[in-house]
């Protein structure tokens, strides 16, 4: 499909199943910095040598370098036909990088933001309960088990509750994320690229939208 998809969200707003499906169903791989960065730590080249050079200081990566960083993986072969950014671009300048990077790979850039409101990721997130015996994850809201309390597989395993999953820790990720990423949807949506979609649908349904905005784009 040659195109550049940047998919932006809310930690929680399901982002990385969407990448998952995508990934999958189109054989596009996604490209993480996170990633990147860490295969990077085990090579030997020029590259990574001057990466380490700056992590090793303790100073931020520049935006030039994460752009040649992202511009050396998505040049393989894998990525011809396109791929997947997950937490990249982060800033407007990487944005403006990127469209450099995309006019010389000949691809077009999708930006697509799944968007979840707050009562609902705190419902995801403060609903969500674990069984220590199999892992399985209930939600109260969503996905509730038979008895309120326990496994409906391990009936003596009362379920539990990841501590950081409260009001407080959501409204801090939320805001900090509204204060990173507003001005890249305000950069996509000038140039009448950005594609909101509502991310409180199902998966399949949300899905099915991102590929249609993926095939269309042209
Ligand atoms: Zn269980």
Do not use: W
């Amino acid at each position: 499909m040659n195109k550049i998809i940047v998919l932006m969200g809310v930690p929680g707003a399901g982002k990385g199943t969407q990448a998952r499906l995508l990934q999958e169903r189109n054989k596009l791989p996604q490209i993480s910095t996170g990633d990147i960065f860490r295969e990077l730590a085990k090579e030997e080249t020029a590259l990574a040598e001057e990466v380490r050079a700056v992590q090793a200081t303790g100073k931020l990566i520049s935006d030039d370098l994460v752009i040649r960083v992202v511009h050396e993986r998505t040049n393989r072969a894998d990525c011809k036909d396109g791929y997947i950014l997950d937490g990249f671009p982060r800033t407007t300048g990487q944005a403006a990088m990127l469209e450099k990077l995309a006019v010389e790979q000949g691809k077009k850039i999708v930006a697509i933001f799944i968007d979840v409101p707050f009562v609902e990721l705190e419902k995801r997130t403060t609903g969500r309960r674990i069984c220590p015996v199999c892992g399985e994850i209930y939600n109260i809201y969503s996905k509730p088990p038979k008895s309120d309390t326990v496994c409906d597989l391990h009936p003596e395993a009362k379920l539990t509750h990841r501590a950081d999953d409260t009001v407080e820790k959501i409204k801090v990720r939320l805001a900090t994320y509204e204060q990173e990423t507003r001005p890249l949807l305000d950069y996509y949506e000038a140039s009448h690229r950005l594609h909101r979609i509502d991310g409180t649908r199902d998966p399949e349904v949300i899905y099915a939208q991102i590929e249609k905005i993926v095939m269309s784009t042209e």
